[in-house]
């Protein structure tokens, strides 16, 4: 069984042995999943789901070289009830990976504060990774230039201006490089 906490009321200093944390990783073949839920900002209705995707599979681009060197990361929303019952009862659930959803820019800033801690779990099993191909935009109903000058802000939360940012070769899509240098 599984327990999730909204990244929100997450905090560390309070483990209580069962496995409480503000994400959950489920490997699924050649993709590490990350579930997570953030707050919303008007505080109405459930809260803000998200499953992120990070592996080898690009639904716009064509990615040459090996697969050892880079990562796609893709989000899809979900309901709460339908992550609640899939972490807990392991059920099947529908992707919804073609379903855009908005976001305004501070629930983008703690989405994506999540996402970088996603991305570090990830480099960190992962280690040869050198590009990060990032889809997400393509289901973030956000202006792309806004999307992509918040993501340059918030970039150094997880990369420590160790990895640069640049236009994807298709539309709405970002890539993250890893600087040669230290």
Known sequence: MKHIQVYENFNPLNED??????????????????????????????????????????????????????????????????????????????????EEFGLTRSELMRFYDLVGECIKDYLKNNPKVSNLYDEMALNIDLDFEEYKGAIKSLLSGWSYDKWTIQDGSSERTLIYTKRDHE
């Not at 993709?31 to 803000?48: A, L, Q, S």
């Not at 789901?49 to 990070?54: L, Q, R």
């Open 17 to 98: 042995g069962y496995g409480r944390d503000f994400f959950v990783k489920k490997k699924d073949g050649k993709t590490y999943n990350y579930y997570f839920k953030i707050t919303r900002e008007d505080g109405d209705g459930d809260n803000y789901c998200f499953v992120v995707g990070i592996g080898k599979l690009s639904r716009s681009l064509s990615i040459e070289g090996p697969e050892n060197s880079y990562g796609v990361i893709s989000v899809q929303p979900m309901k709460e009830s339908v992550m609640d019952d899939f972490l807990v009862n392991d059920s099947d659930y529908k992707s919804r990976e073609d």
